[in-house]
């Protein structure tokens, strides 16, 4: 059983950045991929990007590559999504997610975070 919270969200002016946390507990977390995923007012809930269980590989969205990346701390069973250059479009709640095949997509997520807020200014 792995539980995961997310911290980090806010509010913050276009142009600005956040970086999000996602702590895990349990001892399995680094035999996880882990994903973050987005949801919009009205929208469906989307990929944003994930990180592989050694953390040397990452893959984005293509809405936020180039200003989205991520890291993971396995030792302290966190995950990060450092997030640049901020836009409108991108308030949404974020989940943090964890998958033991893959993190890529929902149907693919065995736990998922409650999710934190970040709304962007313009």
């Known amino acids: 059983q792995v539980q995961l919270v997310e911290s980090g969200g806010g509010l913050v002016q276009a142009g600005g950045s956040l970086r999000l946390s996602c702590a895990a507990s349990g001892r399995t977390f680094s035999t996880y991929i882990v994903g973050w995923f987005r949801q919009a007012p009205g929208k469906e809930r989307e990929f944003v990007g994930s990180?592989?269980?050694?953390?040397?590989?990452?893959d984005t969205a293509d809405s936020v590559k180039g200003r989205f990346t991520m890291s993971r701390d396995n030792a302290k069973n966190t995950v990060y999504l450092q997030m640049n250059s901020l836009k409108p479009e991108d308030t949404a709640v974020y989940y943090c997610a964890a998958g033991t095949v893959s993190a890529a997509s929902a149907q693919n997520i065995n736990y998922w975070g409650q999710g934190t807020q970040v709304t962007v200014s313009s």
């Open positions: 990180i592989s269980r050694s953390g040397l590989t990452i």
